[in-house]
């Protein structure tokens, strides 16, 4: 998980210094990258920025309601 809060302050800092058109992102369908695609999720939203989420397979309603 070091590792994915390293990447999340990066990705954080390149958005102080750039802003995109968007983000584009495939979402993970477990709870622990689930939680990492938030790092990523959240600082757009809060710069405004359109978050594009991909989902490939079919258990996000499983993974919601678990």
């Known amino acids: 998980m070091a590792i994915a809060l390293q990447?999340?302050?990066q990705f954080a800092n390149l958005l102080a210094r750039h802003r995109p058109d968007g983000l584009?992102?495939?979402?993970?369908?477990?709870?622990?990258?689930?939680?990492?695609d938030c790092l990523f999720i959240l600082p757009a939203i809060a710069r405004g920025i359109p978050v594009i989420a991909h989902l490939h397979g079919g258990r996000m309603g499983n993974f919601i309601a678990s």
């Open 24 to 36: 584009y992102l495939v979402l993970s369908q477990n709870r622990l990258a689930f939680l990492r």
């Open 7 to 9: 990447h999340g302050v």
